[in-house]
C-alpha cells in the first residue's frame, strides 16, 4: 500500500492545482460586458440573419454521408501498411471493400443526395 502514496499524493496535488487555477482565473477575471462582446460574429461581418434560423436538411445529409465515407476509407490505411504480408486472399478481400464502398458512392451520387439543388 505504501507504493501508491507518490501516485495520490501527484493525483492530489494535480487536482488542487486546477481547482486553485480555476478560482483565480474565475476571480481576476475582467467582467466589461457592453454590446459589442454580446453580439453574434460571423466572420469580421455583422450577421447576415438570426443565429436560430433553421438549416437545411440537405447540409445533415451531405455531412453524414461525408462522414460516412471518410471512415470507411480510413480502413485502407492499415490495410497499405499491411499490404506486403498479406496473401492474395487480403487482396481479394479489400477489393471486394472498394468495389462495396465505389458502388454506395455511385448509388448516392445517381440518387443525387450529393446534389445540393
Known amino acids: 500500500m505504501l507504493d501508491y502514496i507518490p501516485i495520490l499524493l501527484i493525483i492530489s496535488f494535480a487536482f488542487v492545482l486546477a481547482i486553485t487555477l480555476f478560482l483565480v482565473s474565475f476571480i481576476t477575471v475582467l467582467k466589461n460586458y457592453d454590446i459589442e462582446k454580446l453580439s453574434s460574429y460571423e466572420c469580421g ?47 481479394l478481400v479489400m477489393y471486394f471493400f472498394l468495389f462495396i464502398l465505389i458502388i454506395g458512392f455511385a448509388y448516392e451520387w445517381l440518387n443525387g443526395a450529393l446534389d445540393w439543388e
Do not use: K, M
Open 45 to 91: 461581418f455583422d450577421p447576415f440573419q438570426d443565429t436560430r434560423s433553421r438549416i437545411d436538411v440537405r447540409f445533415y445529409l451531405v455531412a453524414i454521408l461525408f462522414i460516412i465515407f471518410d471512415l470507411e476509407v480510413v480502413f485502407l490505411f492499415p490495410w497499405s501498411v499491411a499490404l506486403g504480408h498479406l496473401d492474395l486472399f487480403g487482396l
